[in-house]
């Protein structure tokens, strides 16, 4: 079977770090992307993890462990265009992405 | 770069009814897929191609059909039309490398009456 769980919901002031998790549940892994997705737009591709670790690209960086089937994505000095769903998605082999169902970000002033 | 693209962005259909939505993507991928995003559910793989002539279903492959017949374009067609097709598509597309994104259209919001 297959499971990845997100948070619902979350919400942060601006300037402020965030933290959004993703833990799994699968048969089969070879690495897990996460995407960002403004409101009646595509998802983009944030970042890829496949070994253990973190991953920093300027505000975003990801972490995986891949013994606890746990990632987060980190979000740094959130500024308003941040408010977003963000996906998480398990890669099981070479043609398929598993998507959790996202996390809704709202940033305030 | 245009990048992938769908064809049509909206569309009302009524129950029974058929339609074909298009995907095509000038980045010269392998890889093509067909999702749905529905609210609380995520993105759910419909089908996808892992090249051109090649076709494969997903996770909720029934009511649709897809044919790759050139390398660029993913076409995505609903025979009879039913309520519970309504959904936000979006086609994607990708090299096919393990660490490699795939890169989205911006969807086609179809309404079954």
């Known amino acids: 079977g297959q499971n990845i769980d997100q948070p619902t919901e979350m919400t942060a002031t601006e300037g402020a770090i965030v933290q959004i998790n993703c833990t799994y549940q699968?048969?089969?892994?070879?690495?897990l992307f996460w995407y960002q997705q403004h409101a009646g737009e595509a998802p983009t591709f944030l970042s890829y993890?496949?070994?253990?670790g973190l991953e920093e690209k300027g505000r975003f960086s990801s972490f995986l462990s891949r013994s606890k089937g746990y990632s987060y994505l980190l979000l740094k000095e959130l500024q308003m265009k941040d408010s977003a769903s963000y996906l998480c998605?398990?890669?099981?082999?070479?043609?398929?992405?598993?998507f959790g169902t996202g996390t809704r970000l709202q940033v305030f002033p | 770069n245009a990048g992938v693209t769908q064809t049509p962005k909206f569309r009302v259909l009524k129950t029974g009814q058929s339609m074909t939505l298009l995907c095509a993507q000038d980045?010269?991928?392998?890889?093509m897929y067909w999702y749905r995003q529905d609210p609380g559910m995520g993105l759910r793989l419909i089908h996808y191609?892992?090249?051109?002539?090649?076709?494969a279903k997903g996770e909720v492959p029934d009511g649709y059909n897809v044919s790759r017949l050139k390398k660029q374009n993913f076409l995505l067609g609903l025979e009879s039309a039913a309520p519970s097709q309504t959904s936000v598509y979006f086609c994607a597309s990708s090299t096919g490398g393990w660490d490699q994104p795939q890169h989205f259209g911006d969807g086609t919001r179809l309404s079954i009456l």
């Open positions: 980045m010269n991928h392998e890889y």
């Open positions: 998605a398990v890669k099981k082999n070479t043609d398929k992405l598993i």
């Open positions: 993890n496949v070994l253990d």
């Open positions: 191609s892992v090249g051109e002539g090649t076709t």
């Open positions: 699968t048969s089969g892994f070879n690495g």
